[in-house]
T-cell receptor, first 120, second 114 residues
Framework: GAVVSQHPSRVICKSGTSVKIECRSL??????MFWYRQFPKKSLMLMAT?????????EQGVEKDKFLINHASLTLSTLTVTSAHPEDSSFYIC????????????????FGPGTRLTVL | QQQVKQSPQSLIVQKGGISIINCAYE??????FPWYQQFPGKGPALLIA?????SEKKEGRFTISFNKSAKQFSLHIMDSQPGDSATYFC?????????????FGEGTQLTVNP
C-alpha cells in the first residue's frame, strides 16, 4: 500500500516561533494532500486541501496566514505554523491521494503518522 | 447535511466477541464510505471501504454493512482481539464532486479485554 511519512514526529517550540512540518508520499504521486488537526480523544478536523502546484484551500475558521501550506511537488507538502502559541499545540496529520507507483489513480486517502506539536 | 454521526462513543468487548460500530449520514450525495483505525499517537490507517452499490463488504475479520435506504453503515469486527483495541472512525465523501474530502464521524474507542 501507499506510504506517507511525516517529519518531525514530535516538536516542542517556544511561543512566537515558527514550526515546519513535512509530509511526504513515498511510493506514489500525491496530486492532493490534506492537513488535519486532532485534539485528544477527538475526531480529525480538516484544516486545508492542497493540490500540487496550486494554492491550498482552507476550511472555514482556519487562518491561512498562520498555517502556511506549500505543495510544490508530487511527493512533498509542508505545513508551517507561524508565530506559534500554546493554543496551537495539537496533533497534526497529513494525508495524500494520487497515483500509485506503477498502478492506477486512487481516491483513497493515505494518512501519515502524525506530528505532535507542543508550544511552550 | 455534511455530518456523519457515529455510535457508540466507547465499546468494551471480550476477546472472541463481535464488535459493532454504527454510523449514519444525511447527505445522499456521499458515495464512498471508509473506516479507519487509529492507535494512540499514530495516524489513521484505512481498514476497509465500501461504495453504495453494494450492501456488504468483507475483508478478513472486518465487514462493512451498508443500508442505503436508511443512510446507515456499520463495521463488524468478528473474533475481536486485544490487538484490535484502538479508536475507529467512519467517514464519508463525495468522490466525484469533492475530491475525496472526508467527513469523519466522532470516533469509537474500542477496548477488547483478554
Amino acid at each position: 500500500g501507499a506510504v506517507v511519512s511525516q517529519h518531525p514526529s514530535r516538536v516542542i517550540c517556544k511561543s512566537g516561533t515558527s514550526v515546519k512540518i513535512e509530509c511526504r508520499s513515498l511510493d506514489f504521486q500525491a496530486t492532493t494532500m490534506f492537513w488535519y488537526r486532532q485534539f485528544p480523544k477527538k475526531s480529525l478536523m480538516l484544516m486545508a486541501t492542497s493540490n500540487e502546484g496550486s494554492k491550498a484551500t482552507y476550511e472555514q475558521g482556519v487562518e491561512k496566514d498562520k498555517f502556511l501550506i506549500n505543495h510544490a511537488s508530487l511527493t512533498l507538502s509542508t505545513l508551517t505554523v507561524t508565530s506559534a502559541h500554546p493554543e496551537d499545540s495539537s496533533f497534526y496529520i497529513c494525508s495524500a491521494r494520487g497515483q500509485l507507483a506503477g498502478g492506477p489513480y486512487t481516491d483513497t486517502q493515505y494518512f501519515g503518522p502524525g506530528t505532535r506539536l507542543t508550544v511552550l | 447535511q455534511q455530518q456523519v454521526k457515529q455510535s457508540p462513543q466507547s465499546l468494551i468487548v471480550q476477546k472472541g466477541g463481535i464488535s459493532i460500530i454504527n454510523c449514519a449520514y444525511e447527505n445522499t450525495a456521499f458515495d464512498y464510505f471508509p473506516w479507519y483505525q487509529q492507535f494512540p499517537g499514530k495516524g489513521p490507517a484505512l481498514l476497509i471501504a465500501i461504495r453504495p452499490d453494494v450492501s456488504e463488504k468483507k475483508e478478513g475479520r472486518f465487514t462493512i454493512s451498508f443500508n442505503k435506504s436508511a443512510k446507515q453503515f456499520s463495521l463488524h469486527i468478528m473474533d475481536s482481539q486485544p490487538g484490535d483495541s484502538a479508536t475507529y472512525f467512519c467517514a464519508a465523501s463525495m468522490i466525484e464532486t469533492s475530491g475525496s474530502r472526508l467527513t469523519f464521524g466522532e470516533g469509537t474507542q474500542l477496548t477488547v479485554n483478554p
